[in-house]
């Protein structure tokens, strides 16, 4: 195991693996962020009916006091269904494709967040810039809706199941195809780089055993090309 060939191998396709999976692992994860970012995209340009809603509230409590007994109901849903999920932290029942909802006042000040992190907090530029504004039927601004998939969502309907679940595949299918390509051209390469290797050696041996005229074909590296020289010289 200690042929310079086989070590060769070993460290040609070790660099074409580490190579993949770094690249696999950093694929898998964009494409986890995407798709979350994609889920939450869709159901905030489909939350008309959310939205109407908390326009109407707002238009019959003069302010967003209270809004928490509205947005409990679970208005803004990512899919249809309520198919009830647990959280890991606290392992208690939330319906399948409920949001994480922010609702903010028109001064960026948070008055409502289902996750209970950031209430009374004020709303980022990031997360202004990404929320939906809401405006009563006159335009005037009364606050900003900002809609995220929960943190702790465990569990996803089928077909992102299985969206996610071929990614997966192909990616680990692609990886593998790449390592053992990369143990293939490892292999050719270090053939390459060994052969004249061993053809000295060969050559060498034939003079210890007396050819003192033995000659070596010079070909391949330019340092291997010195050496094969240096020997040929020195039988001369």
Known sequence: MNRLRVQLILAFTSVVLVAVGAIAILIIQTTN?????????????????????????YERQG???????????GVF??????RP?????????????????????AGGKIVYDSAGEMGGKKLSSRDKSQALSITQSD???????LLSMPRD????????????????TILILGAALAVVLGAIMGALL??????????????????????????VEVEGSTEIVEVGNAFNEMTT
């Open 85 to 105: 999920f647990i959280r890991p932290s606290d392992r208690t029942t939330r319906p399948m494709g409920r949001l994480d909802v922010l609702l903010a006042d």
């Open 190 to 215: 270090s053939q390459r780089l060994t052969a004249p290797l061993q053809r000295l050696a060969a050559a060498a041996r034939a003079v210890a055993g007396g050819d003192l005229d033995h000659k």
């Open 33 to 57: 962020t995407q798709f979350r970012q994609y889920v939450t995209n869709s159901s905030m340009q489909a939350s008309g009916g959310g939205l109407e809603q908390l326009v109407a509230y």
């Open 153 to 168: 969502w465990t569990m996803m309907g089928r077909l992102e199941q299985q969206f996610l679940s071929g990614m997966r």
């Open 63 to 73: 302010s967003w006091d209270g809004v928490e007994s509205l947005l409990g109901q």
């Open 77 to 82: 849903l990512s899919g249809p269904g309520e």
């Open 139 to 145: 335009g005037d601004l009364i606050g900003y809706l």
